[in-house]
């Protein structure tokens, strides 16, 4: 069983200022992490946001939660994650999905092609990755990618590769990461359309899902650290409107309340929750939107560690 730990997820504040100085906060209050999304929304864009961050810190570690596959190649795609651990001091967390919101391929103007299609993506360019971050030279013929004699030259600090995080909810996705991940962060499973799918956020369908990870990780799976991306936290009052939890989700985030997705109530009531769904679903990893770090911070800092 891991210990737990707690990340901040975060999108601004959009000065440089206020960006280093919640930076700092989020590591003075114990957390472990300072995650950002990778969305084309109202937001600073990860990478050197994430630099910048681990400048101004020493302890906290950063990563994006998670990175879109399609809006980049993967060769380039490995050179920044590999930027970011040498300048974060080994301090990254790769997190990578398939993409799924609609509204940024638009903005992109690239296909939004079926699941399927990118999820094969997606498995192809971890592959390409896997092999850069390790040193090698990388020759590829495949069916989305074509890569010639690539390498990414400054390796990570983290060998032979950053702890992989591979987000998502539906069963390919979490086979998938139960074979190649480090991390395995659970989210409401999406509608080909790229709408979640509120059903599939219960405790039950959670508990479902560990278990298919369980079953396609075998041997490996008390390796696994398990995590669930956390919609909204509700310190005491469970009827604190809903905000900022971003990517289009406040519709649904009421729906939450009593799943993994939402945490509500009083202080020893949330953290005997989070006790239960780790004994219940093996989950130890929560990333707490930053609309909640700090009423959150005392709950965290009973955990962390445990």
Request: charged fraction near 25%; charge should be positive.
């Amino acid at each position: 069983m891991h210990p737990f730990r707690f990340a901040v997820r975060a999108i601004g504040p959009r000065s440089a200022e206020g960006w280093l100085a919640q930076a700092r906060r989020a590591e003075e209050l114990g957390y472990s992490s300072l995650l950002m999304p990778d969305h084309l929304i109202d937001q600073l864009s990860p990478v050197p946001a994430l630099a910048a961050a681990a400048g101004a810190t020493t302890r906290l570690r950063i990563g994006v939660h998670v990175f879109a596959n399609d809006y980049r190649d993967p060769v380039m795609l490995a050179r920044e994650a590999a930027a970011l651990d040498i300048l974060s001091q080994g301090r990254l967390e790769f997190g990578i999905g398939a993409g799924w919101m609609a509204s940024d391929y638009r903005q992109l103007g690239i296909p939004y092609d079926e699941p399927k299609v990118r999820i094969d993506r997606l498995l192809e360019a971890i592959s390409i990755m896997t092999r850069l971050f390790a040193g090698e030279r990388v020759d590829h013929e495949g069916t989305h990618y074509r890569v010639h004699g690539a390498t990414i030259g400054t390796l990570p600090v983290q060998r032979p590769r950053p702890p992989l995080v591979i987000g998502g909810g539906g069963p390919r996705m979490l086979r998938i990461a139960a074979r190649e991940a480090d991390i395995v962060s659970f989210i409401p499973q999406m509608s080909p359309q790229g709408r979640p799918r509120v059903r599939e956020a219960t405790t039950d369908a959670t508990a479902a899902k560990v278990a298919r990870v369980r079953e396609a990780a075998g041997a490996r799976f008390e390796k696994l650290e398990l995590c669930s991306w956390t919609a909204h936290v509700n310190v005491a009052d469970v009827h604190r409107p809903f905000a900022a939890i971003g990517a289009g989700l406040e519709a649904i985030a009421s729906a939450l309340i009593g799943t993994p997705y939402v945490l509500a109530g009083t202080r020893g009531a949330i953290r005997e929750q989070l006790l239960r769904y780790r004994e219940r679903l093996a989950i130890s990893y929560w990333t707490i939107p930053v609309d909640g770090m700090e009423e959150f911070a005392p709950i965290a800092a009973s955990l962390a560690g445990r």
